[in-house]
Nanobody
Framework: QVQLVESGGGLVQAGGSLRLSCSAS????????MGWYRQAPGKQRELVATVTRGGSTNYADSVKGRFTISRDNANNTVYLQMNSLKPAATADYYC?????????WGRGTQVTVYS
């Protein structure tokens, strides 16, 4: 099962930016969908963005136009560029993928946006 490790979280003022990285333990070249979810305190985990092997992306309405997901197959890494951050973005962010029906999650990276 592929192992995923997130990094790049931190404390940022509203309006600022962060870039999250997700490093995979094996080649992601043949992996179709990869993505990011987030879970705010007291709330359910929700989809933030996904990217396919072909480069197609999908975003939650709440982040469209501000977040960008991308993947670097050569370095087995998926990124989430987050701009114009709002306090509502405060959450633990998790990298996700599915390989041969097996779902993998990272351990998460914390993002805190203060006003």
């Amino acid at each position: 099962q592929v192992q995923l490790v997130e990094s790049g979280g931190g404390l940022v003022q509203a309006g600022g930016s962060l870039r999250l990285s997700c490093s995979a333990s094996e080649s992601i070249f043949s992996i179709n969908a990869m993505g990011w979810y987030r879970q705010a305190p007291g709330k359910q985990r929700e989809l933030v963005a996904t990217v396919t092997r072909g480069g197609s992306t999908n975003y939650a309405d709440s982040v469209k136009g501000r977040f960008t997901i991308s993947r670097d197959n050569a370095n087995n890494t998926v990124y989430l560029q987050m701009n114009s951050l709002k306090p509502a973005a405060t959450a633990d962010y998790y990298c996700w993928t599915v390989v041969a029906t097996r779902t993998s999650w990272g351990r998460g990276t914390q993002v805190t946006v203060y006003s």
